[in-house]
């Protein structure tokens, strides 16, 4: 399924604030690669989003692919990053005919795809495009953290001179919905100091740690390690957890 149109505007200016920091993240990958597989050069980044990460990563010693389904987002990647690095395509099914060191699937990306059957595609594609005994690293957002924030929170974000809001609803079967609220400020000949109101909703799933890690087993993975976002240890009050598993 395609997500993110206008919010692929604002995308870097919300994602990562206090506590979600790039540097936070690029450092826990870039450990968790070193400690995992000493020798890996090649990265293939699916989801790559805007290529933030790609681009971090890269300016270390590390060659990454960029791949992504939208269009908009790898525009906006394209200005930070080679274009021929990187690729539309749809994480459940494609093939580079190439296998890498490492496949990272960040940011709670796999949690767009909203099957589990979709989840599987990947974890196969994941295995195509790995050599053997390489890992496969990737984060979730955990049902926890989803019931807290479609319980909790409504988020505000000025960027420029327009206002975002960000709420989420609890759907069925675990799935929860983003939905985006971007007021665009409008101050042209026709309107004078107004904002227009553009929304658009973006959905995902979890599944329960020890769940995930029963199907990447199924699918020929062994789990090296998952590893809290936040704090020492994975528990059932995980907010956001790191996967890295082994092609066997
Ligand atoms: C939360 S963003 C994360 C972007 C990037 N990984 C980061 O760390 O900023 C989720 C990304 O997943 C992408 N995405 C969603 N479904 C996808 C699919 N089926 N195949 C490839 N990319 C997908 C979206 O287009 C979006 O760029």
Do not use: P
Request: glycine share 2%; net charge negative; charged share 30%.
């Amino acid at each position: 399924m395609k997500t993110y149109d206008f919010f692929t505007d604002y995308y870097d200016e919300i994602i990562r604030w206090n506590g979600y920091s790039l540097e936070d993240e690029i450092f826990l990958i870039d450990e968790l690669i070193e400690k995992n597989s000493f020798w890996a050069i090649d990265i293939l980044e699916v989801a790559c989003g805007t290529g933030v990460v790609a681009k971090q990563l890269e300016k270390k010693w590390y060659n990454v692919i960029g791949l992504d389904i939208s269009e908009k987002m790898l525009k906006k990647a394209e200005k930070i990053f080679s274009k021929e690095k990187l690729i539309l395509w749809d994480m459940t099914n494609f093939d580079l005919e190439k296998e890498f060191d490492v496949v990272l699937c960040n940011n709670n990306s796999i949690n767009h795809l909203l099957t589990l059957e979709d989840w599987e595609k990947f974890f196969d594609m994941a295995k195509l495009h790995l050599k053997k005994w390489w890992i496969l690293i990737f984060d979730i957002l955990t049902i926890f953290e989803f019931e807290n924030i479609s319980r909790d929170f409504r988020w505000f974000f000025n960027v420029w001179k327009d206002t975002i809001c960000l709420e989420m609803f609890k759907k069925d079967n675990n799935i929860f919905q983003w939905l985006v609220k971007m007021f665009i400020y409008q101050n042209d000949k026709y309107l004078k100091n107004s904002y227009k109101l553009v929304e658009e909703q973006v959905s995902e799933i979890s599944f329960e740690i020890d769940f995930i890690k029963e199907i990447l087993e199924k699918h020929n993975f062994e789990i090296v390690k998952t590893e809290d976002y936040h704090k020492w240890i994975v528990d059932k009050n995980s907010e956001r957890v790191y996967f890295v598993a082994k092609k066997i």
